[in-house]
């Protein structure tokens, strides 16, 4: 399964973790030992959207809040199904998984050097992948890049220019030749499936305002 590790709460006795759809976008599963409720992540403002049945005495707004605070940072691994929330309590060995992708899925984004070195570079002291951090560096690298520079120029697209910037950053790190297009897109997507919005949110910002200055 490709999940986030699992994280305990604090508002209930339980655990939580997200996880990656193969329909694309994010679930999160919280399991108490009693219970279990799945949700969806909604990309517009983050919340938790229901999927099934789930019990809104226990699976509250303020757990919901606490499951996107804890989870928020982690990476997507390749880990194994949860069959206990604790050590003496089991809970259903038979999860819903909501179309979880596939371990055998054509494109292993998660097994690339790319990705294991995005995970090492863009890691805070708090074990957390960061954002902030990602996108700081790939807009120091754009701010330096004559190919950037001349893209911009050409009004290319801002959405080619982030993809040339992902594949060329992503290279570096590896230090390999980059991505092939088809494992770019996957690799750009998991990221985004990390996070509650866009992962590359503030480098195209920073993108659209060069591009709106040069208008200017």
Not at 21 to 35: F, H, N, R, Y
Not at 142 to 158: C, I, Q, W, Y
Not at 179 to 206: C, G, N, P, Q, V
């Given at each position: 399964?490709?999940?986030t590790?699992?994280?305990?709460?604090?508002?209930?006795?339980?655990?939580?973790?997200?996880?990656?759809?193969?329909?694309?976008?994010?679930?999160?599963?919280?399991?108490?030992p009693?219970?279990?409720?799945?949700?969806?992540?909604?990309?517009?403002?983050?919340?938790?959207?229901?999927?099934?049945?789930?019990?809104?005495?226990?699976?509250?707004?303020?757990?919901?809040?606490?499951?996107?605070?804890?989870?928020?940072?982690?990476?997507?691994?390749?880990?194994?199904?949860?069959?206990?929330?604790?050590?003496?309590?089991?809970?259903?060995?038979?999860?819903?998984?909501?179309?979880?992708?596939?371990?055998?899925?054509?494109?292993?984004?998660?097994?690339?050097?790319?990705?294991?070195?995005?995970?090492?570079?863009?890691?805070?002291?708090?074990?957390?992948?960061?954002?902030?951090?990602?996108?700081?560096?790939?807009?120091?690298?754009?701010?330096?890049?004559?190919?950037?520079?001349?893209?911009?120029?050409?009004?290319?697209?801002?959405?080619?220019?982030?993809?040339?910037?992902?594949?060329?950053?992503?290279?570096?790190?590896?230090?390999?030749?980059?991505?092939?297009e088809?494992?770019?897109?996957?690799?750009?997507?998991?990221?985004?499936?990390?996070?509650?919005?866009?992962?590359?949110?503030?480098?195209?910002?920073?993108?659209?305002?060069?591009?709106?200055?040069?208008?200017?």
């Amino acid at each position: 399964m490709i999940r986030t590790e699992a994280v305990y709460l604090t508002t209930i006795k339980g655990l939580a973790y997200k996880q990656k759809l193969k329909a694309g976008g994010t679930g999160i599963t919280v399991m108490t030992p009693e219970d279990k409720a799945v949700f969806t992540i909604n990309k517009r403002d983050g919340s938790c959207v229901p999927y099934g049945v789930v019990d809104a005495g226990v699976f509250t707004q303020t757990v919901t809040d606490e499951v996107i605070e804890l989870t928020k940072g982690l990476a997507f691994r390749r880990l194994g199904n949860i069959t206990k929330v604790y050590d003496d309590i089991h809970s259903d060995e038979n999860p819903v998984e909501l179309e979880i992708e596939d371990d055998t899925a054509s494109i292993d984004v998660l097994a690339s050097a790319e990705y294991r070195e995005f995970l090492a570079q863009y890691t805070d002291k708090n074990e957390k992948f960061s954002y902030q951090l990602m996108n700081k560096d790939l807009m120091q690298f754009a701010s330096k890049s004559s190919v950037v520079r001349g893209m911009l120029d050409e009004k290319s697209d801002a959405e080619q220019i982030v993809r040339y910037i992902i594949k060329s950053k992503a290279a570096d790190l590896a230090r390999n030749k980059g991505m092939e297009e088809d494992m770019l897109t996957a690799f750009i997507e998991t990221f985004d499936s990390m996070d509650t919005r866009s992962a590359f949110k503030e480098l195209k910002a920073y993108l659209r305002g060069r591009m709106s200055r040069k208008k200017g």
